[in-house]
């Protein structure tokens, strides 16, 4: 019996390593990566850069506590600031913690607004994390089963329906903030409305509610943007980030502008290990390497192409209710229950996919594919889905 909680349904293979998007198992077998270990490692496995960004680091320096300065994090809260156009960053180690961030600063705000008991906005279908905040704001009651008595203190709505959010404003007068994933990632690949976070915008201006962005899985260029919210003319006052920032080294943050930039203060939030001097040398390193190569135009173009592919052969399919992509996150949702796909993928074709939602066919590829590495995927994908639909037929 494994010395192992049992809190994941592990599939039986063990890589041993990687470069790009190629992963090899203990017995030297050859795989493709196309989920990047749920959007971390947008650069690829063993990333030249990053490898010798943290050798570099941990020859000199691992940690030292944010009771004293830390050049490599004032760099980075620079750079994440200048990206996004927000004010101040926290750094933190995952993205539930810079989840926790942002909902401390959303009470806040509530408090300096005179509020009593404020309230949180959230989604049906949202992710936001295990621990039991996030797990609250978090929509599967299936991942809350066993766990309560949760949090108080949030109101749940559907998703890419601003209206919804609208007609909040009257029957609650104690809101503090709305905290939305730009494309929904865990809830399948959901992709609200063109238009919808700027309406979610235009409300939070309003009523002074904070617009607080979950970009987690959407941040660091996964959607062909740095971040998500710039494919609209927008700016939230709140981001949190992880995943994608370090490549695979853990690393979270909490961004805010200028309405919510100084709600936290010393000795009203702290970690340890955030930000600490290897952690900020790789996501320094990811951003570099993420201009310097060019990676977000590279994002748009895969996705389009990834896109097509998947249409033109998929999408008359019976079975196939719909096919959606927002950069290098793409969707196939299936009428049927598809979870098994993933092993099969694994075992036939030596290829890491996801199944999301139940019945949705999840690609997060490595921005750095060879485009025979693509082709690979996408016929594999096809490939797997006719066959299972047929089955299922
Ligand atoms: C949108 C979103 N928010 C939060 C989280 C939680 O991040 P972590 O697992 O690093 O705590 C995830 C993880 O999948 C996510 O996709």
Redesign the pocket.
């Known amino acids: 019996m494994s010395a192992l909680m049992q809190t994941y349904a592990r599939l039986p293979v063990n890589f041993t390593h990687g470069e790009g998007a190629t992963l090899w198992d203990e017995q030297g077998r050859r795989y493709i990566d196309a989920l990047s270990g749920?959007?971390v490692c947008s650069l690829g496995h063993a990333h030249p850069n990053v490898t010798r960004a943290i050798t570099d680091q941990a020859g000199k320096l691992l940690h030292t506590s944010n009771l004293y300065g830390i050049e490599s994090q004032e760099q980075l809260g620079q750079t994440l600031c200048e990206l996004s156009g927000l004010d101040t960053a926290f750094f933190c180690n995952?993205?539930?913690?810079?989840?926790e961030a942002a909902i401390k600063i959303a009470r806040r705000h509530g408090h300096a607004k005179g509020l009593a008991s404020p309230k949180i906005v959230v989604f049906d279908g949202?992710?936001?994390?295990?621990?039991l905040a996030?797990l609250t704001a978090t929509a599967n009651p299936k991942a809350k089963e066993g766990f309560g008595p949760l949090v108080e203190g949030f109101i749940r709505v559907p998703y890419g329906d601003a209206q919804a959010v609208a007609e909040l404003a009257e029957q609650h007068s104690d809101i503090a903030a709305v905290f939305v994933?730009p494309v929904?990632?865990?809830g399948g690949v959901r992709v609200p409305p063109k238009g919808y976070l700027s309406d979610l915008r235009k409300l939070c201006n309003q009523h002074d509610w904070l617009l607080m962005l979950?970009?987690?899985?959407?941040g660091i260029g996964r959607t062909g943007e740095w971040f998500a919210f710039q494919h609209e003319d927008i700016a939230p006052d709140v981001m949190?980030l992880?995943?994608a920032l370090g490549n695979g080294v853990?690393v979270?943050a909490c961004l805010a502008g200028s309405k919510a930039a100084q709600l936290l203060q010393a000795g009203s939030h702290g970690t340890t290990f955030g930000g600490n001097p290897l952690a900020c040398r790789a996501a320094l390193a990811v951003i570099e390497s993420i201009q310097e190569d060019q990676l977000l135009g590279k994002v748009q173009q895969q996705s389009q192409y990834m896109l097509q592919h998947f249409q033109h052969a998929l999408e008359q399919q019976s079975g196939v209710v719909d096919i959606r992509a927002c950069g290098l996150m793409i969707g196939i949702e299936l009428a049927h229950p598809c979870a098994e796909l993933v092993a099969q993928a694994l075992h036939e074709h030596q290829l890491l996919i996801n199944v999301t939602a139940g019945n949705t066919i999840r690609l997060l590829p490595p921005f750095v594919m060879t485009q025979e590495q693509i082709d690979f995927t996408v016929d594999a994908v096809i490939s797997l889905t006719q066959q299972f639909l047929k089955a299922a037929a």
Do not use: M, V
Not at 214 to 218: G, K, S, Y
């Open positions: 749920i959007a995952s993205g539930a913690e810079a989840n949202a992710f936001h994390g295990r621990t996030t994933e929904q990632g865990e979950d970009e987690i899985q959407t949190s992880a995943k853990p979270g």
